[in-house]
């Protein structure tokens, strides 16, 4: 069983949000514009405290369990992905129709783990709409975070063709120019 805990950095952003919120709203004290910020400030701190206190998701090789909430992976049809990495969302369909929320307030990592389990663990429910070995392919990022790309195809048949000519003839020669000969290197 794998268990996926809130990331406590949600608690930390929180009370720095009640602090600023704080000194903001002491500040509204003698300048009335400063109550904008301290309400978004306070909103803010709210909305972390939120996503905080979600509940743990436990993955088992059976069923996927949010909190008391337990999904067997045979029922989960479609998988539905959101651009948001962390806090993670995604949205499951399970056989009934229903459609299920799972948001995971965690860092980068571990919702990357989170999504490639839940992935893995029903591999006949659809992804984005499609089956989920054709759908996309993965790149690792900058700061070793993987994002998903589409596939598409960029050369048509007769240009790849002329860039495996150009390429066999590149390594059988050693350049490309047609002036140049082996003797002028």
Request: net charge neutral; glycine share 6%.
């Amino acid at each position: 069983m794998t268990r996926f805990a809130p990331s406590k950095h949600f608690v930390y952003m929180g009370l720095v949000a009640v602090l600023l919120g704080l000194m903001s709203a002491w500040v509204g004290w003698q300048w009335t514009p400063a109550i904008v910020p301290a309400a978004l400030f306070f909103a803010s701190a709210l909305f972390l405290f939120w996503l905080s206190l979600h509940p743990v998701i436990e993955i088992t090789d059976r069923e996927l369990a949010i909190g008391r909430r337990v999904i067997p992976w045979s029922s989960i049809t479609r998988i539905e992905t959101t651009g948001w990495l962390t806090p993670l969302v995604l949205k499951l369909t399970v056989e009934t129709g229903r459609k299920i929320v799972l948001l995971y307030a965690g860092d980068l990592e571990s919702s990357g783990r989170l999504k490639e389990m839940v992935c893995n663990c029903a591999p006949h429910a659809l992804l984005d709409g499609m089956p989920q070995g054709k759908r996309q392919a993965t790149i690792v990022v900058r700061n070793g975070s993987t994002a998903e790309v589409e596939k598409h195809a960029i050369l048509t048949l007769e240009d790849e063709a002329e860039v495996e000519r150009m390429f066999q003839r590149l390594r059988e020669v050693g350049h490309l120019d047609p002036t140049r000969t082996p003797e002028d290197r």
